[in-house]
């Protein structure tokens, strides 16, 4: 028997914030801040309110409205959330439904959302075994080391209610919307030691001729973000992906670490007064997410990539980390493909390649979806 559903309202920015800050991670797309990331949205607080009025579920959903339109009908976005107990047996009467309900009366047409649920994880080996493999042409061909029985009930009770999984066009994993496969590194339980002797021996040399160069990693600050996002400009040419407006990572770092001090940081990789890489970071409970990364093509036998994502993964595991997370990969395995050297570049940290759930849309009004799909395809 299911029980009674949860009331969902707007919440204040302090009680979301301290709902996120009570846990021991959440995605950081799922903080209040990161609404001021998006001025293109409208950010609205969600809170889920059980029978004793206590808050048990918060998610950030950003609106925007559709193009075009006079009436203010909005598409509803929760990347990376909800923060709720999606493995619920009542998850779609109790949490979804209630939500739905909610961002209706807010003027949702869609709702999109994306389940912080992991179905299936491959270890590095694993990972490289089926690059090697000519019969594996997706990550998804191969055998995983291991995977949640429990990603699939939720899948199924998605699927089951009227929620249409979405498949991502372009690059797989690199599409509009958040990437289903990332790689990550598990932190916890592990010492800093342990976490370098998992790199691959490659990795390890690189390190040590990065210190041998005398490459020299150090945090940045805001002054500091112009310099990233001319190597962020020239990565974009050579990786052919668009790159976001330097005020967009202005705004990030303000946003986020008013927020939190702490939240964003940015490392730059220096060689003889030329800085060749840079990172930003991003903090949210243990979870550590390396969130974009630039490079020159200059002086690449010098290894600053190498030297300054060890240095990331040193401060992460300092701070606690439990989780280091490299973000998006491909899911193609194919030799002709760009971005299978990113591929390889990540397996290197001996983390592992996760497959979420993906994201989900409920479409509220038909018509109205159907002339937003019209709009998206004629971009």
Do not use: C
Not at 23 to 47: T, Y
Not at 191 to 211: C, D, M, P, Y
Not at 336 to 356: C, D, I, M, P, Q
């Amino acid at each position: 028997m299911s029980r009674t559903s949860l009331r969902v309202q707007s919440i204040s920015r302090a009680e979301h914030l301290a709902f996120i800050a009570a846990r021991p991670s959440a995605s950081h797309m799922q903080i209040p801040s990161w609404g001021d990331v998006k001025p293109d949205w409208r950010a609205e607080s969600l809170g889920w309110i059980d029978e004793a009025g206590v808050l048990v579920g918060a998610g950030l959903a950003l609106l925007r409205p559709l193009p075009k339109l006079k009436l203010k009908k909005y598409l509803a976005y929760l990347p990376e959330g909800p923060v709720i107990d999606w493995y619920a047996p009542d998850l779609v009467e109790r949490w979804l439904d209630p939500m739905l309900a909610h961002l209706r009366a807010l003027g949702a047409f869609s709702v999109k959302l994306g389940p912080p649920v992991a179905v299936r994880r491959w270890s590095a080996d694993a990972v490289k075994a089926a690059i090697a493999d000519p019969g594996a042409h997706r990550l998804r061909d191969a055998e995983p080391s291991s995977y949640d029985p429990r990603a699939f009930e939720v899948a199924d009770r998605l699927r089951g209610s009227g929620w249409q999984q979405t498949e991502p066009d372009g690059e797989e994993g690199f599409a509009a919307g958040q990437p289903r496969y990332v790689f990550q590194i598990p932190f916890a339980g592990r010492s800093l030691e342990e976490v370098h002797g998992g790199l691959n021996q490659q990795w390890r040399r690189n390190i040590k001729k990065a210190e041998k160069a005398g490459v020299k990693v150090v945090r940045g600050g805001y002054e500091d973000l112009p310099a990233f996002y001319g190597l962020y400009t020239e990565t974009a040419e050579r990786d052919r992906f668009i790159p976001r407006p330097l005020p967009y990572f202005q705004r990030m770092w303000s946003a986020l670490n008013a927020e939190h001090p702490d939240r964003m940081r940015l490392y730059l990789a220096h060689h003889d007064g030329e800085i060749l890489a840079a990172a930003t970071m991003l903090t949210v409970g243990e979870h550590v997410w390396y969130s974009y990364g630039a490079s020159t093509s200059r002086k690449r036998e010098v290894q600053p990539n190498n030297a300054m994502q060890w240095r990331m993964m040193a401060d992460a595991h300092e701070l606690g980390a439990a989780v280091y997370d490299l973000r998006g990969i491909t899911d193609t395995l194919e030799e002709s493909n760009h971005l299978l050297g990113l591929l390889r570049f990540k397996v290197g940290t001996g983390g592992e390649a996760v497959e979420y759930v993906g994201e989900w849309d409920f479409p509220l009004n038909r018509v109205l979806q159907k002339a937003l799909d019209l709009y998206m395809a004629r971009r």
